[in-house]
């Protein structure tokens, strides 16, 4: 069934996500698998929030941002994953032009938050690390607490303006999006005109949201370990190493695959393509990091053994 507006230039009022449609035999199968996943990255992420509040020994700053992390998590997660639920089920793939908008913009105002959170997470570990003696002074409270509500914020005006840009676009051929959720290079590939502003736009704002927080975490970390590297016994090295190996790990699956869906030219886009990396940073990224941070930091398993214990007793 072909969803087209008329070649007259009457507006678009919902467009399509074809999504999996391409896989007819296997919608039950996904339906299946996301759930299972949707469910994973709640209450994997509810857990670090809940015993990141409640456990005293970690009242700590580096926890209080993971916590914020988990929250963006479940968030992020939450402005796609039910709505390719909802589209495997009914099999219904249409959303309003307005719906559409909303999801990207909500899409692209929590990915910023995770660029500039990852950043901070980063800066945090780069001053524990490397200057233990004014750690205490330098991230105190009230710092925590602007770092991590400039992240939450930051990115909201500029997202704002990116989704008016985008949906302003003359949309006259077809309505069908290829992709299960409303992201730009889909929509851009639908819009007819010159969208070579618009390109320029992804652009720029790529590069200031997610290349320049990727290099200063890269930076933090070239820093780190040199420190690390100096550390005199072995036990302190591996201690550090541990607690920052994970962070990096985060940073290279999400950094990694969504540098490449937004700084790529249009010429070179390949749906099939686009379609994988989205589902690594939306999807396998958030459901892999509640395991990430907590399967690999002893603070965190020991403090939710506690929880465990209490809740046993």
């Known amino acids: 069934l072909e969803h087209k507006s008329e070649d007259n230039g009457s507006t678009i009022t919902q467009f399509v996500l074809l999504g999996f449609s391409d896989l007819p035999n296997l919608q039950g199968f996904l339906f299946g698998v996301f759930s299972i996943v949707y469910v994973i990255i709640l209450i994997g992420n509810s857990i670090i929030i809940i015993i990141t509040s409640l456990d005293a020994a970690l009242q700590k700053p580096m926890y209080f941002f993971l916590a914020n992390f988990s929250s963006l998590e479940i968030c992020y997660v939450s402005v796609t994953l039910p709505r390719i639920l909802v589209n495997l089920w009914t099999q219904d793939r249409s959303i309003s032009w307005l719906g559409c908008a909303t999801q990207m913009c909500f899409f692209l105002m929590l990915g910023a938050t995770e660029c500039f959170?990852?950043?901070?997470?980063?800066?945090?570990?780069?001053?524990?690390?490397?200057?233990?003696?004014?750690?205490?002074?330098?991230?105190?409270?009230?710092?925590?607490?602007?770092?991590?509500?400039?992240?939450?914020?930051?990115?909201?005006?500029?997202?704002?303006?990116?989704?008016?840009?985008?949906?302003?676009?003359?949309?006259?051929?077809?309505?069908?999006?290829?992709?299960?959720?409303?992201?730009?290079?889909?929509?851009?590939?639908?819009?007819?005109?010159?969208?070579?502003?618009?390109?320029?736009?992804?652009?720029?704002?790529?590069?200031?949201?997610?290349?320049?927080?990727?290099?200063?975490?890269?930076?933090?970390?070239?820093?780190?370990?040199?420190?690390?590297?100096k550390l005199s016994s072995a036990r302190g090295r591996s201690k550090a190493f541990s607690t920052c190996s994970s962070h990096i790990i985060v940073v290279l699956l999400f950094f990694g695959s969504a540098t490449i869906t937004y700084l790529r030219p249009k010429s070179i886009h390949s749906a099939g393509t686009d379609k994988m990396l989205s589902l690594l940073y939306t999807i396998v990224t958030p459901m892999f990091n509640p395991m990430i941070y907590s399967l690999r930091n002893k603070d965190v398993i020991a403090a939710l053994r506690r929880l465990l214990l209490k809740k046993i007793v």
């Open 117 to 229: 959170l990852l950043a901070v997470m980063a800066y945090d570990r780069y001053v524990a690390i490397c200057n233990p003696l004014h750690y205490p002074l330098i991230v105190n409270h009230k710092m925590c607490v602007q770092l991590a509500v400039g992240a939450w914020l930051s990115g909201i005006p500029v997202q704002i303006g990116q989704t008016c840009q985008v949906f302003s676009l003359p949309f006259c051929g077809s309505n069908q999006i290829n992709h299960f959720f409303c992201d730009i290079p889909p929509l851009i590939k639908l819009a007819c005109g010159d969208t070579s502003l618009n390109e320029m736009c992804v652009f720029v704002v790529a590069i200031l949201f997610a290349m320049i927080p990727f290099l200063f975490i890269l930076g933090s970390y070239v820093k780190i370990i040199s420190t690390i590297l």
